[in-house]
């Protein structure tokens, strides 16, 4: 029980210290909304366009909105010393370390549902597969956050880290099949794709949107939860290698 007061008082303390602080929040929310109303004037309210762009836009306000955060986040408790004092509790690491994320993760959770809200009132999504579709987006924030949290603790700065993510997050939207299918990239680019965590939860997405997907469903799950492991434990290494010892 005293493990989960510490954990929610650390997330309590992070929604109140950054993420509900007005530059986020207007960020949060104009990025996605900018984004979304851009590529939606473009599909000219088309439903079928707008279906097909859908994936895209959740994917890339989840990417964007939890590495942008994490790297801010982060990269500053250990700039001024707090998270030092954190690693001090009786709180073990792990713990400490989705305590840290899950503001991160509400964050990117919330940013999704603004292209949905959007596109709610442009185009019928009452075919949409929900139950996959939440599935996709929670680990797709998850697998976002722990990639945002690898990147904060592998630099110092803020500007390191925000330049560190955009190195990944950009050939994302175009190696994941976002906006448009793998298969109509050279073919030389399809085992980079396939070891990017976006190209499992889109095509997830996809599938519950358009009903099209490239892999089975058990296969996106296994590789999103397998990639969220993996980005976990090696930032636990990381926070290990370089802040503790």
Not at 126 to 131: A, L
Not at 136 to 144: E, M, T
Not at 166 to 195: A, T, V
Request: aromatic share 16%.
């Amino acid at each position: 029980m005293k493990r989960w007061i510490a954990f929610w008082n650390i997330l309590m303390k992070d929604v109140r210290t950054y993420y509900l602080k007005p530059p986020n929040v207007s960020w949060g929310l104009l990025f996605p909304l900018a984004w979304t109303g851009m590529f939606f004037l473009r599909s000219q309210a088309n439903a079928r366009d707008i279906l097909s762009i859908l994936t895209g836009l959740v994917c890339v306000s989840v990417l964007f909105g939890t590495t942008s955060l994490l790297a801010v986040t982060i990269t500053f408790e250990k700039k001024n010393r707090t998270f030092e004092r954190l690693l001090l509790s009786p709180l073990p690491l792990n713990w400490l370390v989705l305590a840290k994320t899950s503001g991160g993760i509400l964050f990117g959770l919330a940013n999704a549902l603004v292209p949905v809200l959007l596109a709610c009132f442009l185009t019928d999504l009452s075919k949409v597969g929900w139950g996959q579709f939440g599935v996709a987006v929670f680990l797709l924030a998850v697998s976002s956050t722990f990639l945002g949290l690898l990147i904060a603790v592998s630099v110092s700065e803020v500007f390191e880290a925000q330049a560190f993510s955009n190195f990944f997050r950009f050939p994302m939207i175009f190696l994941c099949g976002l906006f448009f299918p793998i298969s109509r990239l050279p073919f030389f680019l399809w085992p980079l794709s396939f070891i990017l965590p976006p190209t499992y939860g889109a095509d997830l997405l996809h599938g519950a949107i358009e009903g099209i997907q490239l892999f089975p469903g058990w296969l996106d799950l296994t590789a999103l939860v397998g990639f969220c492991l993996l980005l976990f434990f090696l930032s636990l290494w990381n926070i290990r290698r370089r802040w503790i010892l």
